[in-house]
DNA sequence: CCGTTGTAGGCAAGACCCCTAACTAGAATC
DNA sequence: GATTCTAGTTAGGGGTCTTGCCTACAACGG
């Protein structure tokens, strides 16, 4: 239980001025008393501590640049070293790395295709070590391809399921990097963080149809991980195949012919050409599942060719035992947006928290 | 944003001393500096608010029962008239009723058997009223023995689930007879969370096999109830039949003639004499999807038939491609303990909020 | 050029809230 | 009756937020 105490208010006002300023990116004093609703006085003491700890630093800047009468204010934003977070996606085709500060402003994006899944290990660091030259990075946010554990941030190979980035410890790799905590986490959760931000709705689940099968379950708000951080790994789903009999979700593939050969990875241009409906009934199978256990108000579908079955998977919904509302994705890059959300998002707190020591 | 202001520090400080207070039932103002870590003085100011808002009263024991020198003490403890929290449960064989107080001791325990699930709607208000009787009831919680839509509390019937209780608004029927909230959940919700509870683990699974089919997922330590309350709703999950056809989980106990006539309800007594290891792949396919879709560290066997064929489960379950615990239900009552934690949990709450409005 | 107007920021006083330290109250013990 | 020990109160100090008033200063209008 928290414990009454005069810093306990005066770190709150701290708190409350610096996302005040992290939102508008400049305010004078006057200005910042008007948004946070605190007393001149108090904001100005807030600030006059905020600048002694480093955080917050006068622009230099003036108020008559046509504003108007009155006499000059002075603005004030985020000191330029207090750090960026470290956003990266890992995915067969290559690794991207970018770094975002705590307006949301993105800076230093690198892109590095790679051949094979081996060449992950090497180009990560490297990719990274470029994004973050000249910055002073805080902490990160990874995107992976691949199921991941929620304990140790590694990526965890699933008996059967497609493995298409292969053994990796992120956090290992990136964390002498810099100087705070990697977050790891699977690529369709980010994505379905994203697509939350968007939608605005508290309960539905994301399904990812690619070359890999994934589902985010998002629950009052949060996606929901699971205790080893494998929730929604549909893969062994039962549902039903071609003939009508049951087997699990990926298998269906492999039935149909579907599935990349010397890989578990499913083949989106010969499966972009095959019989939709057949695929739509075995996804239908998998909403019922999905519906049934964790009643979403709307099923989001993503990946390389989800949305373009969306109609398929509609009509196959219909006819299920309980309706649900199904929908296209609609970010662009969606585990970037929401690994960059979620790091935007870690590096301001880490901020906040911040303001709350006093140095000496 | 919580803004700061001197009166969010006192309202923590009551706060601290209400929840100690509740927490030992009868303390001094010296014993609760000690407990709270506030000072004398802040205790004693905060005392006396609790007091004149009528919340906190002065018990008229005093100390030296034994307790050795010095001058004498005075307990104060919870105000008689603070209210309490009334808690029922709505099954098929009857409506039980019973009183909470902020200590968490029950009072006003009453059973009222019933014949059939019409007679919910007369027994439910007579039966709370008699618990209720000289007490002043704040709020209620409600355990019923069917879906439950979220947002209005009523119970629902799902096509070709088990209805068990029938048709029922426990709000409209309730209200009239408190003064606060009514919170109506699923009985395997709130089982769930008395398991929880006990068991202490963030993800897990709550399996209730009875004469209906429920599940609960707990997930990051809450139990989630999806968009309209119906998570968890298994009847219609796609699993193994008798002959190892694929089949709603509901319609493998009609194929082996274990439902009862006119009823959607399973026959157990028969069900006890079956086959265990029928019944038990047919739960293993049940348990193959949650661990896929939601990740439970551990899967909780409850119901009146389900700890009974535990082991033919857990050796059905070595042979699931993915492994998990699976354990036995251990609370008793669970349902009722689950809804009185959370009816306890809300009591307090309520009580220590109304402890940030002055009187005047 | 000079007074008016309007904004930024500072200063002072006051209201609270919490804390420490010293003090009073009152009962048991010697 | 003096001592000891504990409960609770009082006094004073430090900290935070607020209101209200003041100064600084630039634009504007006559």
Redesign the pocket.
Known sequence: MT?????L??S??DEHVLRTLMAARKL????LAIET??????V???VRRLVEQGLVADTGER??GGR???????FYSLAEDVGVALVMTIAPDGVTAECVDAYGDVAGRTHHPIDSPADVASALPSVAAEAVAAHNVRLGTVSAADPVDRRTGRLVHLPDSPFLVGELDPVELLSPLLHGPVVVDNDVNWAAQAEHAVLGVADFAYLHLGEGLGCALVSDGEVRRGHSGLAGEIAHVITAGPSGTAMPFIEVFGELGLRRPGSTAIDVPRLRAADPDVTARAVGGVITALVTLADPEVVVIGGTWGPALLDAISAECTRLPRQVDVVAASVEQPSLTGARAAALDLLRTALVSRAGHRPR
Chains 1, 2 share one sequence.
Request: net charge positive; hydrophobic share 15%.
């Open positions: 414990k009454p105490s005069q810093e208010l005066r709150i006002s004078t004093r006057a200005e609703g605190l007393s001149k006085p108090t100005s003491e807030s108020t008559p108007g009468k009155g006499r000059v204010g002075s």
